[in-house]
Structure formats: structure tokens, C-alpha cells
């Protein structure tokens, strides 16, 4: 129950970061969302208050902004901005991937940035918060013409980043393919082979299971939800956004669990198969996404099913769902449609999908099961955590080994969410037990290094 004091707190505390990060909606939307649940829990823990943690917490420590110039394949000089908000580095070195996509702008990557602290707080492993990215749009451009952007981006990059310092890895337009030419670059600058980027391809010090660990995670996640309402996955339907690396590892693992998943998308529409996406189908998907690159629609002309030009999923029936496209891809009406549907439950793969508008309406229906994406998208930097383990270690762990880790981490996840997060009644606040939980370890670390 939040008091009229604390409704007077959070709002004063709002207006304060808004005046100081003015258009930065997404920033903004990303902290409204944390101090919702952060200042009820600190309203009798002075401590907190007086040494302004949750204001120190919400200012970088540093951003670091930069001109990225590089060479099309015609010879026209082109010009992009990089970015690395360096977040904060209490419980550990600077972790988060980097975003190549023409809507990146600070906003976005602030509050990638912050979320970022609080979901690898969550991990339990040594992993302060960062995030980074560019306005370049890798769709359209040739292998090479990616490259040199790789290249020219991580000239810059390297002077800020290090093992012990600040450690990038992919994000939405970085995959495996962009992080072995910035990895390459990086190398050949410092002459130092080291793990300072994490999604490595496996010949070069990666871990197994780090492409699948983001999809994997937030089934896993899901699983832990419904076990602790004596539910499962199996034979469940499922809409699933996205068909990228997050969306499409988490197909996977639903169908090997033997749930049905019948929606897919990308940014131009999406694809609804009644039957069910098998196994063969999803690898067909996989091929046309990673090596092709071509459209979701074409799905229709191989298989069959419907295909729905400019909208999102969330209008067809089904249990689980699955955001893993992107920011903001439900709105308060899809969150009504799921609700009428009769969804169970909701995993969050992509960052911050849900609208604030939707939280409130899903948060009237508590029948509905929630996990906000710093829980349910942690694998991915979970198991980058890992890499850099075997990397410090010089070891390369089997694939069953860094799995069985991935899921004792997701179901430390989970149980910090019960315990932060249940009412009295029994309902599990998901997004409160995350955030306090997530929350409580950077604050002490802070604490205890004194005003700084
Ligand atoms: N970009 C991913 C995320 O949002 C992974 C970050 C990482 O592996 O460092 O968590």
C-alpha cells in the first residue's frame, strides 16, 4: 500500500529526474517503473534516503559519446553516433550489450543501461550495469560495409572498455557476426587477447549456450512461475514476438517442452500457425533470419498459416506469451486483449516490452502471472557472466554444465522475486521482488564504499 507521503515521495523524486533528463521518455518510463515499488521499501530505512542512493543510482557514473566515421561499399564517407553509458560498477565491472539500430539515442540506452544494473544484480554474479550501441542500421548494409562500421566503432570503444572495467557483449543488430569483428578489432588494437566482449563465437573463447541463454532463460523462468502455482509449460499455447536470437531460442525451448507456439513476428508483421511451429519449421525460420535475411511473411508461402501485415500478436488467443521483440510492443489495449483471451501468463524476453499504462491494467488482474524482463531476460547476461568466468579461468565449460548453471541462476531469480515480492495474501509481485531485490545489493555495496 503506497501512503499519501510515499505517493508525495515518488512523484517529487520523478519531477526531479525528469527536469534533469529532459526528452528522454524511455529513461524516464524505465525509472518510474523501479521507484514505483523502491521508494514504499525505503520509506522506513532512512539510510537509503539520506545518503541519496536512489538518486545516485539513477545518474551514470559516466557516458562516453563518439563519432563513428566509415566507408560504404561505393566509396561514400558515412557518419554514425556511438555511445557507452558506463551506469554503475558497485558489484562488479560494467556489463551490458551493445544496440545497433536507427532509433538508438541516449534515452534508449540510458535506460537499457539502468535496467541493466538491476538484472545483473539479480544474476548473483560480479556485474555493474552498462550499455552501448549506435545509430547505425546493419538491415541492407553488405558483410563488409558491417565490418568496417565494427571496425571504426570499437577504435573508439577499446579506449573505455576492459576485462576489469567494462565488458560489452550483442544486442538487438549485434550478434555473434559483429561481435567477432569487434572482438577482432579490439584485439589487434590492445595486442591483447582477453574477455572483454562476451557472445564470442566458441573458437575464440565463447561459452555454449550463450546464443540460446536469453530464450532459454525466460522459459525457464516461466516454468519456475507456473511450478510455483503447480502448473507447467506442457501442451500450453503460446504467442511469441520477435524472431530474433531471443525470440527464436525461446520457440525452442518451448517446443522441445512440448508446448504449441503459434505466433512469430518481425518489424513489419507477424506470422500465426494454428498448428503449431515445429522443430523443422523453426529451423527454417532461424535460416531465413540469420543467413537470408528476409522477411517473417515469407513463413506463409513455405507453410501456410496467416500472416498479419504492421501488427503485433497479442490479439490471437493463447496462455503464455512471450515479448521478445522489442521496447514498448504492449500497449494497455493488447493488455486488455490478452487478458480477454484468457492468457496466463506473461514472460518478458525483450527489455521493458510492456507499456506503464498495460502494467496497470495487468496488475488489476492478478490471476495473471507476470515477469518484468530484468528477471526473465537475465539468462542471456547470466551466461555471459559465465563466459567471463571461463575466460579467467582459460577453461571452456561442457554444455550441460553451463545449462544446469543457467537454470540454478534463473531459479535463484525466481525465489528472490518470491521473497521480495509476496503479499500477504499469497500473490507474488513480480515486479516488486525483482526490483527491491535487485535493488537491495547494489545499495549496500554502495553503502559501504562511503559518499561518492
Ligand atoms: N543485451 C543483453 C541484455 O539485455 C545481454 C547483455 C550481456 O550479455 O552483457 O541483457
Known sequence: MVSTHQADDLNSFLAGVERRNPGEPEFLQAVQEVAMDIIPYIADKPIYKDLMILERMTEPDRIVTFRVVWEDDDGNVRVN???RVQQNNAIGPYKGGIRFHPTVNQSVLKFLAFEQVFKNSLTGLPMGGGKGGADFNPKG???????????AFMTELSKHIGPDTDVPAG???VGAREVGYMFGQYKRLMNRFEGVLTGKALEFGGSRIRPEATGYGCVYMMEEMLAHHKESIEGRSCAVSGSGNVATYC???LIELGAKVITLSDSAGFIHDPSGITHDKLMWIMELKNKRR???EEYVREFGGEYFEGERPWNVPCELAFPCATQNEIDKSDAEKLI???CRAIAEGANMPTTPE???VIQGKKELLHSPSKAANAGG???SGLEMSQNSLRLQWSRDEVDDHLHKIIRGIHDQCVEFGTAADGHVDYFKGANVAGFNKVASAMIAYGVM
Open 251 to 253: 520457440a525452442e525451448k
Open 381 to 383: 547476461v547470466a551466461v
Open 141 to 151: 548494409k553488405s558483410d563488409r560495409e558491417v565490418m568496417r562500421f565494427c571496425q
Open 81 to 83: 553516433r556511438g555511445f
Open 294 to 296: 528476409g522477411r517473417i
Open 171 to 173: 544486442d538487438i543488430g
Open 358 to 360: 498495460a502494467i496497470k
Open 340 to 342: 480477454k483471451n484468457g
